[in-house]
Structures are given as C-alpha cells and as structure tokens.
C-alpha cells in the first residue's frame, strides 16, 4: 500500500483527500491517506469552522458543490436537509463545514481500496527520505510517507504594525479566528478593528452591541462590493493578453467592464467573465508588472471579485447607518495600553479610546517571516522556494513544489492558498476542488512509477548500501544528532546487513575514536576503506577520506581533509558534526573557526532542531545568551531530545550564573528523557556544577552518589564526568575525605587512562590521575603526549601533567608556575569553557595553598564578574579575611615585641 500525506484537514486538505480516495479506489489502487491537522474537526479549518450563522457564503450554493464533476452535489446534500433551499441561497458557512466532514466520512466508508487514516497533531518539519519523505510531528514521532501535499490553508496574519506594547497587553486579538480569540476584553466597550476587507465584515456583525461603536480602518478604507440577489450569467470578455504587460491589461478590462455595464447595466458579470482567465493573465504579466499590480491594483480587485452576501451587506448598511460602525481610511501609528483601555492614534490624527484592538488584516500572503514551522522548514531545507512576487510558494503547473536552485526536489505538492504566487485567485472552493482532482491524479500517478529508490539518510546524502542498512543508519544518525543513544548498536546492525557499506562503517570508527575505543576503531577504518573503493559515490569516498585523514594523520591534514569534505557537501551533517566540538565530538576546529563554520551553514539546514542545537552552542559560546536560548527553544520544542540544544541551554544557564532555575530545569528534563540520553552523566554533571556554585554541598554528594558513581556511568564519560567532578570539589574543598576515585579508574577504559587517543580524552585523563594522586601514571601519559602525532598534546598536555604533578606533591608554588600558562592554551583540546574551568580551579587552588591571596581574590573577583556564584563569594571573603591576617602578622611583626610599663618603672 502506497502511503499519502495531506498536512491540513480544512477544506483544502479534505477535498485532496476525498478525491485520492475516490481516484484510487476507481483505479483499483491500495492506498492509505494520511489526513494530519491538529484540529478536532475534519473539513471546516478556518473558513467554515465559525460557529456565527451570520457569517454565511460568499457565492450562492448551486455554485458551491466539492466536487468538479459533480456541480450539483452541494445542492442536493442541502436540499435534503432543507427542501425550501434555493440554488441562489447564501448558506451560513457552518453549514458547508458541515457538508465537508460528511462528505470526507461518507467517502471513507464507501472507499474499499483507499483507507484515511486522522492523525490529530501538527508537523513541524519535512526531510527526503528515498523518493519520499519522513514528516516530524510536533510530538516527536515521524511519519514516513511516498507523498505528501500540503493543504496548510492562510497563514496567519501579520502582526507586526501592532508593535510590542499593544500585542503583549492582553487586548490585542491577533488572530480573530482562533478558539476563543474574542473572549475577554473584545467583549466590553468600543472596539477598533484593523482591516476592512471581509473579515473585517464578518467580525463587525458578531461583535455589534447597541451601546458599543466598532472603529474599521485600512489604508484605504474599501469595503467589499456585494452580489446581486439574483446574479446575471457571467459575460464572455474579449481576446486578453497579460504578456503586453500591465498597462494594457489595465486599458482592456477597463474596456470590457464598460461594455458590459452597458450592455446589462452592471458590472458583476464581466468580472465574474474574467474568473477561468485570471491564472493565466497572471502568468503571462511580466514579473514587475504583477509585482505593480499587488502595489497599485490587488485592493481594488479584491474588493470587486471576492464579493459579500446581500443579507450580510444589509447588516453592514444597518451598522453603518445607526452609527455603531465608522469606517476610516488610515494606518495605527501609535497604540498602548492605558488602564482598562488602548489608547490609538491613527495616521490622519484621530485619537481613539477602545477596549480591544482586532486584527482583521487578513492573511500573511509571503511565507518569509512566518512562524509556521513547516513552511520554514521546507524554504530553508531548499525544498521549496518563494512564489513569484513573493507570494506563496513556487510550484510547477500540476501544484508539486519546485525546489530551490541545487536542492533536491521531493514528492511534496501544494494546494489552496500556497499557490496564490502562480495562481493568484486559488483560496475559493472552486478553484480549490478543481486542484484537488488535478493534485490527486498527479500524485497517484508519481507513484505509480515503478523504480527502485535510491537510499538517502535524512538530508537527502546517498547511501550506497541496501534499503534496510540505510534505514538502520538514518536511525542511528538521528540518535547521534540528538545524543541518544543506541547509535552503535543500530550502525553494527546496519553493517552486519550489507558488510560493504562505506558510510557505516566509517561512523563506526569515527564513534568508536571519539569514545577512546582503541580495538574496535582501527577494523572499523578499516573495512570503511575495503568498502569505499567497491562500491561508493563521490561523497561517500570523500567522508571515508576524510575520517582516515582525522583518525590516522596529522592535526593539520585531518582539519584540512574535513573541511574540505564539508565545504563540497555542506549536507554532510555527520562531517559537520565531527569537525565542531560538542559534547558528541571532540572536532577539529577552534572555537571562531567551529564558529564560522556553523553560521555559514544556516542557509543549508534553516531550521533543521539539530542545526539550530548546533547554532545555540554556538551562540553561548559568543556569550550571545538570549539568541542561544531562543534557538534552543526552537530546536527542543520540534524534538525535545535534541541533545546538543539541551547542552547548550544547560551551559547558557551557567554561564549567566541562573543556578536555581537551571537545576530545576534540568533535573525535570532528566526525569523526562535522560533515560534515553547517551550523554546523560553529562547533564547530571552539569546539574551537579550549580550544587557546586551554590555552595550546596549536602546535594553535591547525593547527586554524585545517585548518578555518576561507577554503577551509574560507563566509557569515557567516568573521567569526563564522575572524575572531574570528584577533583573539582577536592579544588574548592567541598569534599571532605578521600576522594572515591579508585572505582572510577577501575571501570574506566584502559586506553582513555593510558594512551589516549584525543586531546580531550587526555585532558580528564590527567585530571582523574591527579585525583588519585598517581605520579607515575601523569609521568606515563606526559610521556604519550610528547610522543603523540597531534600538536596539541605537547602543546597542552603534556604540560598539564607536569602541573597536576606538582599539585599532587604540593608543591603549591611550583603549579602556579606550570598552571598559569596553560589558561589561554586548553581551549585547544575541544572542551567547553565550562570543562576548560578545572585548570582554572586547580590553578586558584594553588594560588590558595601557596599563600597568594592578592592573585587568588583577583582571580575570584574576575569570575564573579562572569557570573554569580557563593561558592566564589564565599572563597573571595575568605581569602581576603587571610590575606587580612597575614598584613595584620606582618604589621605587628615590624612593631617588634611590646612594651609594659609597671608603677615600678621599666621591666
């Protein structure tokens, strides 16, 4: 069974789904339709979901039918609820809400090869998965599906005229059609409303009272015309051609509208004439031209062509004559809350009192600046591109999305309001029910096409491996962008089934380097070579390449080797995540250098979670702490397990010194999701950091003792985490007793202690020898470090062992000297500032020791600058009280012995 998704169950989506149904059930095609919108309801959306029978049809129900070859089928549904319906009847638009979730119901139950399948939740993002596509939903599940069409309907409305006094007040309705949106303040006293157009209609006649006034302005001030009671068949106009540009379109319907007015004395029909030609008039125009005509002409058109009912256009006279509505032509200049009240200035000088402002502008037309995060994410993935003019978005003539220049383009079509660019009138439902048939045709004949997919992981990157291990790997690359865990196991089964697959074995050894596994990495490497030089395209080879170069040779050439592979697959995300140093990986780059590359990438993910995780740590980094925060917002809230988010949120409350609120916040997602977390001793580690700066050290130890003893973590992440922990409470004296360290060296792998493969792996390899006091074992590993192929080993680590040698001696003097020089030097070996701190915190232990008080509570002074802490407040106070005494000792040392006089004399 062929799988479908519809995003979008309003009146768009239902009508695509109704006829994918029926063509594939008259096809004889097994097909399962997947209707996803997180509405309750099927069919209504936005448009017919109001519960106001006031708010009724804008065109007459012979006309309104779903379904394009069947034009009576409205009329007939109403009729046999309502005999005395007539066919020039303006409905309540509830009314046909109702119609299309009994006509979606209806052709469920009478389909036998399709199935419609209601998912109740929102997507968020779209990737290529083969010739398909996975969907994520706002929930963090995926639907994988063969195609999908986009029913999203009007985005919502602009906002930003309103300014952020009046949107954050509490009497701004921003959206007037969302559930309850007019509840509260747009219930007493005057109301201004912002737009003129038919919403603006709709709204005045829910919200009129007799003793209320509603203000309507728009920089025009037009109302929509209305229809005739008994409407005039439409008249044929003459020969139009767009391509000679706007000008003379302008002249030549000007002309027919004329002729028609007198040949029938109005003007209706002519434009109703022009219906079945407007797309193509639109097109032909060149682009300036109609860029021009949404300047110059759109209001115009629109208040002529989208027309109200008589009996709605009698309410608005009736408002308008009794004085209870006052139409302006103005823009709001200036609004803000005052008391019970908003206070407004409009453009022409008025001056309005109101106790709510309605945002009846209408729908947002361009997708750029929207919040939807699916439409974000299908601009900034490249798989569509704007709309000519900026409206909506691009698409080929059978509605499926053309991708941006370079970018793959997917089984992905759109329907009703997201093709206003190519179409310009495509929101009613006969133009609607016309792209549903046409869309429905066109996808079941996509899939139709008897080819084998070639497999891709989840940025569209070919996979030269069987369906089964690329699934296996797309599986294992998303745990390794969210830092979950499991990857390995996935990536050794995804191998086991196709033993020549490059790609998978190459991640392996990449892993496997990064968590120090000196047996299993150098098989890995090496079947990822055998495989790559069988069977493996361009990038595949290059990826291959260029984990040996970062493995195997030098600190320069596998830099070099890495980047490079980027900078020619910038999709690459598995390359881009071993270059940057994160929790995950130990990089090659610097931190300017993780820096420009991670920015220079934002056109090629957009807002991909894991690249706005990757974007956050960036910018908490660049000590940009709200940008951070607001990315990692982003990124969690389309996959809360987004790992490097979590970190990067985790280090921006750190480092801003929110101790309270960052535990809190962490302890409550490790009690949510930390039991997936690859690195979840991580989390606990930096949970334990604000125990640690709060001088809370009763909670210290229940959190080490609860999750980072040896039963708790394994791998690399004892020394990283549990070890490093443990000596940075023995720097600040927030242990009392031997330190546990023993049974972390014991469960800790052999190679990480030994012969560390990373810089940052020797970096806490030293740090845990040091806590167990072992001299012999930093003497070993400085020697690794001299010997060792990277720069950074004897550029950093090989003096750090000389440094925690002599804090193991105490000989306090001797580190000052050794740690001082190696402040600005550790940011080489890949860790956080937040890991780079343990330097810090041996160094002032030092300078403690060693009875430096004046540099220590320098020192001290500085990182309370950085951030709050008690912890420093209370060491600062403390060496400050010593260094008092000392000055005190010395003061009395240079009086020289006292003096006591007797009433006998001197003694």
């Keep these: 069974m062929r799988r479908v998704a519809i995003v979008g169950a309003g009146a768009a989506g239902a009508l695509t789904a109704v006829q994918l149904m029926r063509q594939a059930d008259r096809a004889g095609r097994a097909v399962g339709v997947w209707l996803i919108d997180p509405s309750q309801r099927t069919g209504p959306g936005v448009a017919y979901g109001t519960s106001d029978p006031r708010h009724l049809l804008n065109v007459p129900a012979a006309r309104m039918s779903a379904l394009p070859d069947d034009p009576g089928h409205f009329l007939r549904w109403l009729t046999d609820r309502d005999p005395h319906t007539a066919p020039g009847d303006f409905v309540p638009r509830q009314v046909y809400g109702q119609y299309l979730t009994d006509l979606v119901e209806r052709t469920a139950d009478a389909c036998g090869q399709a199935r419609l399948h209601r998912v109740r939740e929102k997507v968020v993002a779209a990737r290529e998965q083969g010739f398909g596509l996975a969907l994520r939903l706002a929930g963090g599940g995926e639907l994988r599906v063969d195609a999908a069409v986009l029913a999203l309907g009007n985005l919502a409305p602009a906002q930003d005229w309103a300014g952020a006094e009046l949107s954050q007040s509490g009497r701004f309705v921003a959206d007037p059609w969302a559930p309850g949106a007019l509840d509260g303040p747009a219930e007493k006293g005057d109301v201004l409303l912002v737009g003129t157009g038919l919403t603006m209609v709709d709204l005045a006649a829910t919200l009129a009272r007799p003793d209320r006034v509603l203000h309507a302005v728009s920089r025009h001030g037009l109302l929509p015309q209305e229809h005739l009671p008994a409407a005039a068949p439409p008249a044929e106009p003459p020969d139009l051609d767009g391509s000679h540009g706007l000008d003379a379109l302008r002249r030549d319907v000007r002309r027919h509208l004329s002729a028609t007015r007198r040949a029938c004395g109005d003007w209706r029909p002519a434009l109703d004439g022009l219906r079945p030609l407007t797309a193509a008039l639109w097109q032909q125009l060149p ?9 110059e002409d759109l209001r115009t058109w629109e208040v002529h062509r989208h027309r109200m009912a008589p009996a709605t256009a009698a309410t608005l006279r009736e408002l308008l004559a009794s004085g209870r509505l006052r139409i302006g032509a103005g823009e709001v200049v200036h609004a803000a809350p005052a008391g019970d009240a908003v206070e407004v200035v409009l453009s022409d000088g008025t001056r309005l009192r109101v106790g709510a402002v309605v945002n009846c502008t209408g729908a947002r037309t361009g997708p750029r600046g929207t ?14 591109r704007p709309g000519p003019a900026g409206l909506g978005l691009d698409t080929a003539g059978d509605g499926r999305l053309v991708p941006a220049a370079g970018a793959p383009g997917l089984r992905l079509w759109a329907i009703g309001a997201a093709r206003r660019g190519n179409l310009l009138e495509t929101t009613a439902v006969p133009e609607i029910r016309a792209q549903a048939a046409e869309v429905a045709g066109d996808v079941l004949a996509a899939l139709t096409a008897r080819r084998a997919p070639v497999p891709t992981d989840r940025y569209g990157q070919r996979l030269s491996t069987s369906p089964e291990a690329a699934e296996l790997y797309d599986q294992a690359l998303e745990r390794i962008l969210a830092g979950s865990v499991g990857a390995e196991a996935l990536l050794t089964e995804a191998v086991g089934a196709d033993p020549g697959f490059a790609v998978g074995h190459a991640t392996l050894a990449l892993l496997g380097h990064e968590c120090g596994s000196a047996e299993e990495t150098p098989q890995a490497l090496a079947s990822a070579r055998r495989a790559a030089a069988a069977r493996a395209d361009d990038r595949e080879r290059g990826l291959v390449a260029a984990v040996d170069a970062c493995l195997t040779g030098t600190e320069e050439r596998g830099k070099a080797a890495l980047l490079g592979h980027i900078a020619d697959h ?3 995300a598995l390359a881009v995540s071993a270059a940057v140093p994160t929790v995950s990986f130990n990089g090659v780059t610097g931190a ?22 990757q974007l956050a740590f960036v910018r908490q980094e660049q000590e940009r702490w709200e940008e951070a925060e607001a990315l990692a917002s982003r990124a969690l809230a389309a996959q809360p397990r987004a790992g490097h988010a979590v970190h990067a949120r985790a280090h921006v409350y750190y480092e801003t010194g929110e101790h309270r609120a960052g535990l809190a916040w962490l302890d409550e997602w490790l009690r949510r999701h930390g039991d997936g977390a690859a690195h979840r001793s991580h989390i606990s580690w930096h949970a334990a950091l604000h125990e640690l700066s709060l001088d809370d050290r009763p909670s210290l130890l229940r959190r080490y003792r609860r999750e980072l003893t040896a039963s708790h973590v394994s791998g690399g992440r004892l020394l990283v985490d549990s070890a490093s922990l443990l000596w940075r409470a023995r720097m600040t004296d927030s242990w009392s007793g031997g330190l546990p360290v023993g049974e972390l060296l014991d469960a800790a792998p052999r190679h ?10 020797a970096l806490h390899s030293a740090v845990a020898h040091a806590a167990a006091g072992d001299l012999d074992a930093l003497g070993r590993l400085r020697a690794h470090a001299l010997a060792h192929h990277q720069r950074v080993f004897a550029l950093v680590i090989a003096p750090l062992c000389d440094a925690l040698s002599a804090v193991v001696r105490e000989d306090w003097r001797q580190a000052v000297r050794r740690l001082r020089p190696l402040l600005p030097l550790v940011a080489h070996v890949g860790a956080s500032k937040a890991q780079q701190e343990v330097v810090e915190e041996t160094l002032l232990h030092a300078l403690i020791a060693a009875g430096e008080y004046d540099r220590a509570a320098w020192l001290l002074a500085v990182r309370l600058d950085r951030r709050a802490s008690p912890l420093d407040r209370r060491r600062l106070e403390a060496v400050r009280g010593r260094r008092a005494e000392r000055r005190e000792q010395r003061h009395a040392e240079r009086r020289g012995p006292a003096v006591v006089g007797t009433s006998s004399g001197l003694v």
């Design 570 to 572: 910038p999709r690459d």
């Design 752 to 761: 990480w202690l030994d012969a560390p493969a990373t810089s940052f792996a």
């Design 592 to 613: 300017e250098e993780a820096w420009e590359l991670v920015e220079r990438l934002s056109g090629t993910y957009g807002d991909d979670w894991w690249y706005l995780g």
């Design 287 to 295: 682009l300036a031209d109609r860029v021009r005509f949404l300047v």
């Design 371 to 384: 919040a939807d995060p699916l439409v974000r994410c299908v601009l900034d993935r490249g798989y569509a």
